[in-house]
């Protein structure tokens, strides 16, 4: 029936298959010509392979936001059938791919891609070497209240908007209910009963809030950047996950706190490139201890206790040095952010960045994740100015096309 597919399929991985040959001969005579002994073992081609069948033009037609006519041999003849699907509205400046047929587990998915064109973003750091107005989102990522804090400054140092975005205890209280009750029940059956029917229903609709969440918080996340007018969105790096101790329940429920920062991540990347923005990470050390105004160590305290040493975890801030004073996470915020303008600005420890009108990388476009920066300093933050709304990251360079699964069925 897919004929044409399975044809392609086998072509695609013989090639595959034949390159990987040739590159191997080629290495193993280099190796051998050096007098090197060899030992890798040459590729051999897939023994068996899962394609997916792709329906061609000419097989499909009329892709509506609800339907798709597919041609189909129903056993005697080729006829074309109305397919009712579900998704979002059609997009208006898209291009429809042909659709596939997928197979998970028992049920076959149809898919049907879409094409989007839209310019790259200038990298990162063209954006904030060129334009001292460039905007860029820092978000704070906590398993506290706020899950998130986000902040816009520009490159140029000015502060524009802070949102802390919460929940957070709404979302440890029900998984730590959920995994209790996990806990108790395998007390009870006195072992780990991990296939057993209501601790499985349990754990997924703990991995569903967990997911549903992190969509939401990302989405706030990058509507609140574009709301801004920003054009990087900077998180910092997870770092590695602290053993806790206590109960299960306790120890779950950070483990899964951290899980969700991770994926969190990952959605509000791919989201902002969506909205034109690129994401990038900073080193995490200390970003919390770190005085946004000065950079010297803050005290972080209890609300009615002394403002004085560091209680990990405390919500509100104070700098010794300078006065700052104010909400420990919206500092921590800023700090992010100051790292990542601080990565390209290295030597702009007092005054704000000049920008620089040229130099145009030649760093390719595309999705940075950027290693750690690992300058302790910032720029200064200059008492509030004013913002140009105009001028920032402008320079587009070629087209990026991104496939995007709008819709899926079932069977
Ligand atoms: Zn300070």
């Known amino acids: 029936m897919f004929r044409r597919a399975a044809i392609n399929a086998a072509l695609g991985s013989a090639r ?10 080629s290495r193993r005579e280099k190796a051998l010509a050096k007098g ?4 890798l073992r040459p590729p ?5 392979w899962n394609k997916s069948a792709t329906l061609y033009a000419g097989q499909w037609k009329e892709r509506t936001a609800s339907s798709i006519m597919l041609k189909v041999w129903t056993g005697t003849c080729w006829s074309w059938i109305k397919i009712r699907i579900t998704g979002r509205e059609l997009p208006a400046d898209v291009e429809l791919g042909s659709p596939s047929l997928i197979r998970r587990g028992k049920q076959w998915w149809l898919h049907t891609p879409l094409e989007k064109q839209f310019s790259s973003p ?8 060129t334009h001292a107005q460039t905007k860029i989102c820092a978000v704070d990522l906590n398993i506290n209240e ?4 986000c902040t816009i400054q520009t490159v140029a140092g000015t502060i524009l908007a802070t949102r802390f975005i919460g929940g957070g205890r709404r979302i440890a209280g029900f998984r730590k209910k959920l995994l209790g009750r996990i806990a108790r029940n395998r007390r009870k059956t006195g072992m780990i009963a991990e296939g057993e029917q209501d601790n499985a229903d349990r754990w997924r609709k703990i991995r569903n809030v967990d997911d549903s969440s992190a969509h939401l918080v990302s989405a706030r996340i990058v509507q609140f950047a574009r709301q801004h007018e920003a054009t990087i969105v900077v998180f910092e790096h997870l770092g590695s996950l602290k053993p806790q101790k206590g109960k299960y329940s306790h120890r779950g429920n950070s483990k899964r706190a951290f899980w969700m920062k991770g994926r969190l991540f990952k959605y509000a990347k791919y989201k902002s490139y969506h909205e034109g923005m690129l994401t990038s990470r900073v080193n995490p050390r200390n970003t919390s201890r770190e005085c946004a105004g000065c950079h010297s160590l803050v005290a972080r305290y209890e609300e009615g206790q002394p403002a004085e040493g560091y209680t990990s975890g405390a919500p509100l801030v104070l700098c010794q040095k300078c006065g700052m004073r104010g909400n420990a996470d919206r500092n921590a915020s800023l700090v992010i952010g100051q790292r990542l303008i601080t990565r390209y600005h290295p030597s702009s420890q007092e005054k704000p960045p000049t920008p620089l009108a040229i130099e145009r ?3 390719s476009p595309g999705v940075a994740v950027c290693q750690d920066a690992t300058r302790e300093e910032g720029p200064s933050i200059p008492p509030a100015r004013h913002a140009d709304r105009n001028e920032h990251g402008t320079a587009q360079d070629g087209s990026l096309g991104m496939a995007e699964r709008l819709s899926d069925i079932p069977h």
């Open 16 to 25: 595959s298959f034949y390159s990987h040959l040739c590159k191997w001969r």
């Open 36 to 39: 090197h002994t060899w030992t």
């Open 44 to 48: 051999v081609p897939p023994r068996s």
């Open 122 to 129: 200038a990298t990162i750091e063209q954006q904030v070497t």
């Open 146 to 149: 706020q899950l998130a804090v």
């Open 361 to 363: 990388g030649e760093k």
